[in-house]
């Protein structure tokens, strides 16, 4: 019997398009949630284990989707995703689609743009978890698109991951939430990993390093709100902590990476950033100074 707004136990149903890595592993959520779950893969052997635990498999996207109120889609890439939901007909009208796949944000804006025009309701969902992170309770998922949505199944939603949360009504703007988690955490991998470099040079394990800094280290993180608050305001005068004085400091890790043999790249764009806020009259300004650098079009 097919399911639509709740299971034939009154539970509500939910369908899972894509079994790679993290469709199946939001499938296992769904499933160790109590939730009927329906599954579709263009490689259906991938589905055994998910109908083994339970289950139910759809030869087909249309009957997936007919199969569920509530249709998750998890695929690689957005044309992709809209080339499998065309695969739909109209068994997609009435229903609401949320889609976790990766892709830019007018990617994302012109799926839900296409779901709404055949009837549908559309939630974009930003996991920002590995596959053996999903259904956590602190795994965080940004969420954008139709409140509706994201009220009606937020039970479901739940069971992807602990602190989801709707960041807004525009589908695109959860894409733009992950890559600026993710933009933070290259800039912070990649200052590490240097660091732990300029160590090694001197036969200093990072780990060691962390013993007697890491408090230091992990402080780092508690300027971002005050960073964040002068880049939003526009204001970035200073009483201390200007610009100024993180010049030499950056000078000196440029050369000392030089003389040690270490890659100076890193440093040496910071210290070019830096330098070019100083010689434009930032010199008393805060680090924010330097959002109007990236913010150049």
Request: hydrophobic content about 45%; glycine content about 12%.
């Amino acid at each position: 019997m097919a399911t639509t707004e709740e299971g034939t136990d009154g539970r509500p149903a939910v369908t899972v398009i894509g079994l790679g890595e993290m469709g199946s592993a939001l499938a296992g959520a769904f499933l160790d949630g109590g939730l009927p779950t329906t599954v579709w893969n263009r490689t259906p052997d991938k589905a055994d284990a998910l109908v083994a635990k339970g289950a139910r498999w759809a030869a087909t996207v249309r009957a997936a989707v007919a199969d569920s109120a509530l249709v998750v889609v998890s695929v690689k890439g957005n044309t992709v995703a809209r080339e499998l939901l065309e695969s739909a007909g109209d068994a997609l009208a009435g229903r609401a689609v949320v889609n976790l796949t990766d892709g830019t944000s007018a990617e994302v804006k012109a799926v839900a743009e296409w779901v709404a025009g055949q009837g549908a309701q559309y939630l974009h969902g930003q996991i920002m978890t590995i596959a053996p992170g999903v259904g956590h309770p602190e795994a965080v998922v940004f969420y954008g698109g139709a409140k509706a949505v994201y009220d009606r199944h937020r039970r479901a939603l739940r069971l992807v991951g602990g602190r989801g949360s709707l960041v807004a009504g525009d589908a695109g703007v959860p894409v733009l939430y992950g890559m600026a988690v993710h933009d933070t955490m290259w800039g912070t991998l990649n200052g590490f990993l240097h660091a732990a470099a300029l160590l090694s040079s001197e036969g200093i394990d990072a780990g060691r390093f962390l013993d007697h800094a890491g408090a230091s280290v992990s402080a780092l993180l508690s300027f971002l709100p005050s960073i964040a608050d002068r880049a939003d305001r526009g204001e970035h005068a200073v009483e201390h902590g200007a610009l100024k004085h993180h010049l030499p400091s950056v000078e000196d890790l440029v050369q000392e990476s030089r003389a040690r043999g270490v890659d100076d790249e890193f440093p040496g764009y910071t210290l070019a950033l830096v330098a070019k806020a100083v010689d434009r009259g930032h010199a008393d300004d805060d680090y924010s100074r330097l959002f109007e650098h990236f913010t150049k079009r």
